[in-house]
């Protein structure tokens, strides 16, 4: 698709990697609506705030009555609580499905008649390597992640009717407020907006941003044993 003759809109685009996406779009020419629950903390050259809490109906209809020459979504808000499935507090575990799954189905459900009214588009969700793999100490992501994958792949068969192809970006940790606390190495936002926004121009169906990513899925045919060794 031509990305400069886009209109998009990103969610979660205050900061970090959704920031970076938003920047990445504009310097391609389009033209950008920065969702965050706070527009004013959007401070990004060239970018049209939009007050957006995806997990608000009413926010999210506003949202989609503000910017209704949208033909690009960006599902790109998340949370992190670290919360385990045993023993994490339950509100946390469901805030964690209610913004990455049940949220970006709304977002979807919200913006994608503009898209179709509008000639087409697509819509890119912001998942995770974590859609394929999960660890105990934030199981709650790990399994809110992997929903999102799913619905994704669903979201794709019954869109692409009408004229919007749905895209996902897997990609391992990237710098940023939501892994500040992880003692790894961690992609640049920008260099991953690069190639998120590349992957979305060329049509891409799945979006592999790293060497972990690719690695995860090629190991899903391995099944359980090949995905987690340790395993008795």
């Known amino acids: 698709m031509d990305i400069s003759a886009s209109t998009a809109l990103v969610t979660g685009a205050n900061r970090g990697f959704g920031r970076a996406l938003a920047a990445e779009l504009i310097s391609r020419g389009a033209r950008v609506y920065a969702g965050a629950r706070d527009p004013g903390t959007v401070a990004l050259p060239g970018a049209i705030p939009v007050a957006l809490d995806i997990t608000d109906p009413e926010s999210l209809a506003a949202a989609a009555e503000a910017a209704a020459g949208v033909t690009v979504l960006v599902n790109n808000a998340g949370v992190g609580t670290g919360a385990s499935l045993l023993d994490g507090d339950l509100e946390k575990l469901r805030l964690e499905m209610d913004t990455h799954f049940f949220g970006t189905l709304a977002a979807t459900r919200a913006f994608a008649p503009a898209i179709a009214a509008n000639g087409g588009g697509a819509i890119l969700n912001v998942l995770s390597a974590l859609s394929w793999i999960s660890f ?47 003692d790894a190495p961690k992609l640049d936002v920008g260099e991953v907006a690069m190639t998120a926004v590349d992957g979305l121009a060329a049509g891409d169906y799945e979006i592999l941003a790293d060497e972990l990513s690719q690695k995860l899925q090629a190991g899903l045919a391995g099944g359980v044993t090949a995905l987690y060794p340790d395993l008795p």
């Open 136 to 182: 105990p100490r934030i199981g709650g992501y790990c399994a809110a992640k992997s929903a999102e994958w799913s619905l994704t792949n669903a979201l794709r068969q019954e869109l692409a009717p009408q004229g919007i192809r749905v895209s996902g970006l897997h990609v391992g940790y990237m710098d940023t407020d939501l892994t500040a606390r992880v």
